[in-house]
């Protein structure tokens, strides 16, 4: 199982970024795939996550009308559409992929077992 997530970079506040997640090696319909991130010193948090099998969407509350997760089946990717970007935005994004079949809580990191490496978004003020 390999993720790769992609398309961090330097942006001002207000402005917008689009993360990929490329996936391969499982089936991708039937895997959740999540976006995480983490802050210096901070823990870290669930973002958003997509269902590959539905569609279902989750979101957290402090990205909530900003960001938009999409699925690409045919390609495999999983987007992260990202406007309106804050300061308190900045940190490493990681994707991650569990099951949908053993996926409980979306949001909680310790429920995906194949983690990408991350990709670093900074918002300047």
């Known amino acids: 199982v390999q993720l790769q997530a992609s398309g961090g970079g330097l942006v001002q506040a207000g402005g917008s970024l689009r993360l990929s997640c490329a996936a391969s090696?499982?089936?991708?319909?039937?895997?959740?795939i999540g976006w995480f991130r983490q802050a210096p010193g901070k823990e870290r948090e669930g973002v958003s996550c997509?269902?590959?099998?539905?569609?279902?969407?989750y979101y957290a509350d402090s990205v909530k009308g900003r960001f938009t997760i999409s699925s690409d089946n045919a390609k495999n990717t999983v987007y992260l559409q990202m406007n309106s970007l804050k300061p308190e935005d900045t940190a490493v994004y990681y994707c991650?992929?569990?099951?949908?079949?053993?996926?409980?809580?979306?949001?909680?990191?310790?429920?995906?077992?194949?983690w990408g490496q991350g990709t670093l978004v900074t918002v300047s003020s």
């Open positions: 090696g499982f089936t991708f319909d039937d895997y959740a």
């Open positions: 997509i269902s590959s099998s539905d569609g279902s969407t």
């Open positions: 991650a992929a569990d099951s949908v079949w053993e996926l409980v809580y979306p949001l909680i990191p310790y429920e995906y077992d194949y």
